[in-house]
T-cell receptor, first 114, second 109 residues
Framework: EAEVAQSPRYKITEKSQAVAFWCDPISGHATLYWYRQILGQGPELLVQFQDESVVDDSQLPKDRFSAERLKGVDSTLKIQPAELGDSAMYLC????????????FGQGTRLTVV | AQRVTQPEKLLSVFKGAPVELKCNYSYSGSPELFWYVQYSRQRLQLLLRHISRESIKGFTADLNKGETSFHLKKPFAQEEDSAMYYCALSGTGSYIPTFGRGTSLIVHP
């Protein structure tokens, strides 16, 4: 069964360092999402791609966060510099891209900033 | 703006008891509502959506536009239903699901 792949599963980094997460969506899924989930809260959308284009990044802290999906397939989310408050689970999801379709989630990357 | 409210952080029941996980939403248009579930050490996955009107694993949810609610119900809870449940909303023409904070369901033997 096809799944969304994310790496790494866990990442510990020091404050002010750079960190990057990778996501490979299900083949054929045009829409890709990055969510952040702080402990005890629901997932919060950071950025949405439709193919290689950003559809919505209104909740992405652009002074330190960046995301790209250059060929419209896999995607990278970067944080530079990392802050203590960035500690969270970062989830990637993908969907076929038509309206109101199911989002399939990856296992997530657990980031701890120390 | 769209918003999803799940008032209960934790719901604890005994096996065989009825379960109702509450979800209220705020959206000015016509919403699409979902329930996602996350079992221990597994990824978040879709449980059901209102448009399909299905019963999945014994769970049902009815969209009540008058009360702006989409409560998840099951008449007889099972231990394997223990998980985190998230209500989510997409607006008409929007691809972007907005999630509630989640309710942890614990079913005791």
């Amino acid at each position: 069964e096809a799944e969304v792949a994310q790496s790494p599963r866990y990442k510990i980094t020091e404050k002010s360092q750079a960190v990057a997460f990778w996501c490979d969506p299900i083949s054929g899924h045009a829409t890709l999402y990055w969510y952040r989930q702080i402990l005890g809260q629901g997932p919060e959308l950071l950025v949405q791609f439709q193919d290689e284009s950003v559809v919505d990044d209104s909740q992405l802290p652009k002074d330190r966060f960046s995301a790209e999906r250059l060929k419209g397939v896999d995607s990278t989310l970067k944080i530079q510099p990392a802050e203590l408050g960035d500690s969270a689970m970062y989830l990637c999801a993908s969907s076929l891209g038509t309206v109101n379709t199911e989002a399939f989630f990856g296992q997530g990357t657990r980031l701890t900033v120390v | 703006a769209q918003r999803v409210t799940q008032p209960e952080k934790l719901l604890s029941v005994f096996k065989g008891a009825p379960v109702e996980l509450k979800c209220n939403y705020s959206y000015s248009g016509s919403p699409e509502l979902f329930w996602y579930v996350q079992y221990s050490r597994q990824r978040l996955q879709l449980l059901l959506r209102h448009i399909s009107r299905e019963s999945i694993k014994g769970f049902t949810a009815d969209l009540n536009k008058g009360e702006t609610s989409f409560h998840l119900k099951k008449p007889f809870a099972q231990e394997e239903d223990s998980a985190m449940y998230y209500c989510a909303l997409s607006g008409t023409g929007s691809y972007i699901p907005t999630f509630g904070r989640g309710t942890s369901l614990i079913v005791h033997p």
